[in-house]
């Protein structure tokens, strides 16, 4: 298990990380949630053990994390890049030497990861020829090459096609059920609802909401709707009922004030717009996120 | 440590394969023979023919015994350098001065010399010519002029004009330099000058081109943020002592092949291995300056994020790297002045100003020892700053850090 207890990182004058903790069990997807600059990657580099934190304590397994601890982690970072006038095989056995793999061995599972994912024939290219997605699928390769017990993950769909996405998401829940330590770093709420268990939403630094995503959403409350309508929807922006809203061309999702019956709104807005489908919903992660951000501004 | 090699191993062989490596180190010792032989190929190009030189003299005293000894002056397949005309005239000297300063211009003859107030005591000479003259014309008929006068005037006085040989037989002083062994070796200030000074220069273009290429390197990995996954993969110690590592040994791969390609275009016998003689010593100044160099390079290169902050800082490097080849000739002439003492103490000096006292005298072993103290101890410094620089610096972006923030990074535990 990962833990992390009471992190603070403070720079000059600002406080990137304030006070965060929470625990990752294996074989779980946890997911570190926020809008940009929240303190998502000052958290993720405290775990990697780029930076060091100003105080709070990380361990894994009950033991504190000592340099042995480079080999057991993999990191996919949001900004990819790799050498781009190097062959393929050489970027990734030279990664995979950093974390002490011997080269018999890097050698077998470079092979089989590259046809895992589909670029046997790119082996012996140069970078610089691969398209943007292949050279992604090599940084998920160097990511994960060495089987570590803990993988970072920030924004791993980013680039990828539909077809691609499907096929590192697979990866990813392959890992999981294999009994990895898991952090997913995302924008995207829809991957990180289908994928975590677990969820820490950060916002300036602060938790703002955390825990298990099935409980989450029951604590959020059983007022969401979703409407399918025909017509100009834009006036339910401004209802009092309304507490936040989703809406886009054809339908909306709505979160509605504590003491607002669904029914009761239905027959308000029926007579403004013609309605096709109406139910009542479980929150959606994106909906949870936006109205979480907005109250603790 | 095995992470230490896997990175000097990267950096080594993905830096080899590189085009630039490659002309760079074919272009270096071009341009260095080329600055070496220019010189030399110019003058001897100037001695191409024989040179009609006119000789204008009112006095006519003089013209006789100038050329018997100009003709003494040959060119190097035997030729005379100078043919003679006399252009004195029954006219008055200021139309004959008119007429050769109009036959120079019309290129008719290449000079000419003008003897005035001859025979007196206030006489004086002049080499006229189209352009400023060449030096060695102008001292051979200094020569020759004065050697002429002098034996006119002792003719005049009956002495016997063998004794001009003997009075200009000039017994030159040889310079020789006793080594510690009190085998003496004959040194040349030019020889001397310029193998201590292609030394130098090698040194100064391997730390530029080797810097340069570090700090490209850098900035490339911290602007795509490989750097983030190199340092969740290892600690930023062994990240800069494997690059320190790789670099080096590329540096010394460079000076073997470069030495291999001198060996084989000069041939062994050419290299005049006696001034080399403490090539070991010489070797072991240039690579600890070499390791010197680039742990300075390392520490600055982390803080730089855009390509123009690196040109910038790699041109203030190449200026403090400038500095020993200002001092060079001062340091060969006085290899023992204080201020070359001092120079040889100040780690940023230390190996060029050693490489130059080396060649130029013999340097006590006390010396030695201390100077090799002070470079190894500022190298084991530098890399200690460096790397807390580095620490911080690779994972900071934008604005370049103050220097309270520099010392703020090195201070920090």
Known sequence: ???????????????????????????????????????????????????????????????????DFYNLIGYLPEDRGLYKKSKVIDVILYFSSLKSIDKK????????????????????KKIEELSKGNQQKIQFITAVLHDPKILILDEPFSGFDPINQQLIKEQILNFASSGKIIVLSTHQMDTAE????????????????????????????????????????????????????DVYSTYAEIHLVQNIKPAEFLRKISDRLLISHFSVIEPTLNTIFLDVIKSTK | MNKTFAIAKWEFMEK???????ISMIITPIIIITYALLPTILSDS??????????LDPSNIYFKGINNRVSQFKLSNNIPAYLLVNLTKDRNLDSLEKRADREVLRSKIASYLLIKNGGTDSVKIELRSKSTANFKDVKNFEQAFNETRINLQLKKKGIDTSLMR???????????????????????????????????????????????????????EKSNRLIEILVSSCTPSQLLGGKILGLSALGLFQIAIWALMGIVLVGSSAVTLETFENIPLLLIYF??????????????????????????????????????????ITTIQEPNSNFVHILSYFPLTTPSIMLLRLNASTVPISEIIITLSILILSILIMIIISSKIFRIGILSYGKRPSLRELYRWVKEK
Request: proline share 2%.
């Open chain 1, 194 to 245: 289908k994928l975590c268990s677990d969820i820490l939403l950060l916002n300036n630094g602060k938790e703002v909401c955390k825990g298990n995503l099935a409980k989450i959403k029951k604590e959020f409350g059983t007022n969401n709707i979703k409407i399918e309508f025909d017509g100009d929807a834009s006036f339910l922006n401004e209802l009092d009922d309304v507490k936040s809203i």
């Open chain 1, 1 to 67: 298990m990962l833990e992390i207890r009471n992190l603070v990182k403070e720079y000059k004058n600002v406080t990137a990380v304030n006070d965060i903790s929470f625990n990752i069990e294996p074989g779980k997807i946890f997911g570190l949630l926020g809008p940009n600059g929240a303190g998502k990657t000052t958290t993720i580099r405290t775990i990697l053990n780029i930076i060091k934190p100003t105080s709070g304590l990380i361990t894994l397994d009950g033991n504190s994390i000592t340099e």
């Open chain 2, 46 to 55: 100037q001695e191409s023919g024989t040179k009609l030189v006119g000789v």
């Open chain 2, 16 to 22: 080899i394969k590189t085009k630039a490596f490659l």
């Open chain 2, 287 to 328: 690579i600890l300056g070499y390791v010197f160099y680039t742990a300075i390079f390392v520490g600055v290169g982390s803080i730089v994020s855009t390509e123009q902050e690196a040109q910038q800082i790699t041109s203030y490097m190449s200026m403090i790297l400038i500095l020993p080849i200002v001092f060079a």
């Open chain 1, 105 to 124: 061995e890097a050698l077998k599972r470079v092979s089989y990861w590259l046809s895992e994912l589909n670029i046997e024939e790119y082996k012996y």
């Open chain 2, 166 to 220: 003997m009075i200009n037989s000039n017994v030159n002083l040889k310079a020789i330099k006793i080594n510690k062994e009190g085998k003496a070796t004959e040194s040349d200030f030019l020889i001397v000058f310029f193998s201590s000074f292609i030394f130098i220069i090698l040194l100064m273009l391997m730390i530029l081109s080797s810097g340069g290429m570090l700090i490209r390197s850098l900035l490339e």
